[in-house]
Structure formats: C-alpha cells, structure tokens
C-alpha cells in the first residue's frame, strides 16, 4: 500500500464506523428517491393532459421532462450534503492533534490531501452509484435517450468533486466541523450565485467571466447531453485548484 | 545522534527559542526540563521537523533538517503531549495504520506489532476501541505509535503528565528499558522525575538554555544552599538571634506565622540535629523541623545564578 491508499483506506474505516455517514447517505438517498418519484409522478400527468388535448399519444421526451429536473434537483441536494461529509476530514485532525502524527511522518502534504480528497470521493461515488436504479428501474417501463443519463451521472460526478474539493479546502481552514460545513456550504452557495449574478450582468466581460465561474453553465450543458472538453476542464482545473489551495493552507500550520 | 546548532524560533516579535545548541549522543535519555511555556515543546516540534526553526540547523543521524525532512522523519519516533490518537479505531487498527504511513512494509509491520504490543503492555486492550481505553493505557498507545517503526530516536513530549502515580511508574520503567537501544529526549517541568531517569537535563527557561548537566551534579548545585523550615511551641525576644548564632546558619527569616522560622544553612550541610538539639535544650517546645524541597523555582533561581559557565 502507497501512503495515498494508506490514508484513504484509513478514511473510510474512520466514516463507517460513525453512523455520519449512514445517517448522510439515507438522507440523500431518501430525498433522491422522493424527488423521482414526484417527478416521474408529474411527468405523467403532464402526459395525460397532453393526451386529452391532442387526444393521441404524446411523444414524451423523458430526458426533458424526468431526469434533467432530477438532475438539477440533486445538484441542489448536494449543496447540503457535501458540506456535511467533508467536515470533519482535517478539522477533526486538528482537534484531535492527530495532525502532529501526519506531519511527523514520512508522508508528503501532498498525499495527505490526495488520500483525504480521494476517500471522500470514493464514498460520494458510492452514493451517487445507488441512485442510478432510478433510471435502471424507468428502463423497465419507458424508452429513452441513455446518453443525456450518462452525461448527467458523469456532470454529477464531477460537480460532487469540485463541491468536494471546496468542502475539504474549508474543513483545512477550522479546527471546529460546524464552522467547516457552513464555510464550505458559503462557498459553494457563492460560486452557484455568480451564476444569478452573471445573467443579470448580461453580455459584459465580466459577465462572461462571471458566467465561466459558475457551474450552472457548465452543469446545464453536460445534463443537456453536450459533452464539452472545456466544461470538463472547468471542474478539473477548479479540483486541482482547491487541492493546491488545501495543500497551502496545511503547509501554513507548520510556520505559525 | 542528534545535533542542535543555533536554534532560534520567533512568532513575530516574540523568541520562542532563543539561539540553543546543544548535542546528544547515540543511547543516552537526556530530559528537557523546564516551567510551561519554557520552549520544551517548541524544540520538539522543530527537532521533529513539525515545524521549521526561524534560523539555525539541526541534524540528525548524519541528515539535515532542511535538506532532508523525510529522512528525518524515519529516524524519530514522536510522541506529543496530547496523544495523537484516533479514537474510532481499535489500537491494531490504529497501530497498524501508523505503521504503514511510517513507511512499513507488510512483514515488517507484523513483526514490530507484536513486539511493541507485548513491550507497552496492550496485549489485554489490542482489540478494543480506543476511545473506551481509560488514560493510562491512551498514554501507552500513544508509546507504541512512537515506537512502532522502531526509530533511533525517540522525543516524547511530557510522557508521565496526568497519569496517577502507578501508571507514572509503569511508563517510567518502560521509558528506562528502552534506554541504549534508542536515543531519548524527553520533556519534564518535574525536577526528580529528570532526575530519576535520566543520564542528561537540559534545563530550558524562557527560550534559553540555562543549564546541561548530569542530575548528580545538579543535584550537588542544587544543595549549596539548603532551606530548613521549623516550628516551635513558644518563643522568647532573642530566640531568632540565638538560632543565627549557632554553627552553620547563614540567616534566619521569619517564617508565616509568628512560631515559625525559615533557616538558610550552608552548602551540604545537614545541622538539623544541632538545630533540634538546642532547641530542646530551651524547652520551647519542638513542633516541626525539614528541610524545605526545592521547587522547581528555586532551582531555576540557584541554576540561573550560579552556572553561567556552562552554557
């Protein structure tokens, strides 16, 4: 085992045996589930009105009515839910001083971050892979486009990584968990709003860059089924951008 | 082993460390003994490559501090005043996840584990949680993640503080056994538990270093001047001036109470037979005789006065 798969497999013992992440899981699962459910419900409804006043069978378009609402709807769900599961991955160190036992070791700040980063995401994933019986299931009973579906999970994926990378930047810059869930929630909230705040701007440079920020954009062309190299290089450079951060932040300790 | 040259820490304007140097040879226990707030820490931290001294170097066994942390990082076993422990794992669990970041390979780990958990005495607990382990045996995981990757050298930060006095005793004599095989610095604001166990005290006050020395002859320092506090049942007007005059008394002071008086005899001389015998002679009534300990102040007090040549 590298030192990377040393702290990431140290990680996810340290989440599984605290109910955090069961309770964080059901809650997000949960609230998935309901979402399809009253989005299926209303897209069938939609059908039947359609129905009655065409009176033929309606062309449904499930990509448009069912899973890109869903798939916004989730992007807001993690807003609360990332917060909450990367508060503690270096807060808690801090409290507990076990940092002192990282940064006497032969291991690198850099490995640090990656195993923290990477052990978060791994369980991130696992969540998210279980709501893919939503579509698993709707396959059983309706047709549709599966590329758009993918390109959603694929956006989802990424979009939980950059919110990832945001909550452990925060949870690096507190020793208290509470106060690393609110800041990442405020950031994460302040890179959504530049999104508002860039349309109300309209077509300025600053708009634009504005606009660029913002993952709204970018997360509305993939759940489109637009694969875009430069929407995936957004969230990339936007990763690597909180994982330089955290690395500095870290390394700061050791000068105070 | 271990080589401190010049050492200055500052947080802004305030010096932490001001310039130390001192060196330690391979196998000795050597104690940083000073008040809180001293500097002990601060020096464990930047012996251990925690955090970066503001100027001078350190070396150890043969690697510099600077130029090769990690090298660094493999010769010490580092155990801070707060256990660096993860309370939600099982002390295999945890042991072995210090292992494997301290640059183990899975034979090896096997191998030390059983040792260290045998040599610490956690055979009884290895399987449970560690935030249900009572504080003594906290302590000891925290020795046994030091120990793990079998270091050279050793730093432990305040070993025995907030233990009771059988667990005291336990990690002493377990800290004494390891002496030879490894090289010790540990930290103290217990004079007798310095002297107790080491071979070497580095007395550290206010950033400085004030004294290095062998606890016998700081002892002997520390006994040039020796306080004796007495109680008597009555007094009479010159029984104060009388107790100056007898042979070996320097000064008498009066004591907290007005029956009470604090004797300054001289150097590595016990006169408390003399003492009590004359007073019994008066018939006032002996209540209480003893020569007054220490406190860690005075040392500092007697140290800081009389060895500037040892610096």
Known sequence: MNPVQTIVAKELRSYFVSPVVYVIGAIFLAMVGLLAYSTVASASNQALRLMQIQNTYAQLNLNELLFRPLFRSMNLILIIVIPLLTMRLFAEERKLRTFELLLTSPIGINEIVSGKFMSVLVIYSGMLSLTTLIPITLSAYATFDWRPVYLGYFALLLQGGLMLGIGVLASSLTENQIIAAFLSFGMILALWMTGALSSAMGETPLGHILAYLSFTEHFERLIRGLLNLKDVLYYLSGMAFMWFATHQVIDSYRWK | ?311
Not at chain 2, 90 to 113: C, H, N, W
């Open chain 2, 1 to 311: 082993m271990i080589e401190v040259q010049e050492v200055t820490k500052r947080y802004g304007t305030f010096s932490a460390l001001d310039n130390i140097s001192f060196s330690i040879k391979k196998g000795e226990i050597v104690a940083f003994l000073g008040p809180n707030g001293a500097g002990k820490t601060t020096t464990m931290r930047i012996i251990t490559g925690f955090m970066p001294p503001t100027s001078g170097t350190i070396r150890i066994a043969g690697f510099d501090g600077l130029a090769s942390p990690m090298a660094i990082k493999k010769q010490i076993g580092y155990l801070p005043e707060t256990p660096p422990l993860y309370l939600e794992l099982t002390v295999q669990e945890y042991l072995t996840f210090v292992g494997r970041i301290k640059g183990l390979d899975p034979a090896q780990l096997l191998s030390r584990m059983d040792k260290i958990i045998e040599q610490t005495g956690l055979k009884e607990v290895q399987g449970r949680v560690i935030g249900h382990l009572s504080r003594g045996y906290r302590q000891r995981v925290g020795l046994a993640q030091a120990l793990i990757h079998n270091p050279p050298v050793l730093i432990l930060d305040e070993p025995t503080t907030g233990l009771d006095p059988n667990q005291i005793i336990e990690i002493r004599d377990l800290i004494k056994n390891l002496a030879g095989s490894h090289t010790i610095i540990l930290s103290t604001h217990l004079l007798a538990e310095a002297t107790a166990i080491c071979q070497r005290v580095i007395i550290i006050h206010k950033g400085k270093i004030v004294a290095i020395d062998t606890p016998e002859q700081l002892s002997a320092k520390l006994q040039q001047s020796e306080t004796l506090s007495l109680t008597v049942e009555q007094t009479y007007p010159d029984f104060a001036l009388e107790l100056g005059r007898l042979p070996g008394v320097l000064a008498v002071t009066q004591g907290t109470s007005p029956n009470s008086f604090m004797l300054e005899t001289q150097q590595g001389r016990d006169i408390r037979s003399e003492v009590t015998k004359f007073i019994v002679s008066r018939e006032i009534g002996l209540l209480e005789i003893k020569a007054q300990p220490l406190t860690l102040e005075d040392a500092f007090k007697v140290l800081t006065k009389e060895s500037p040549a040892d610096r």
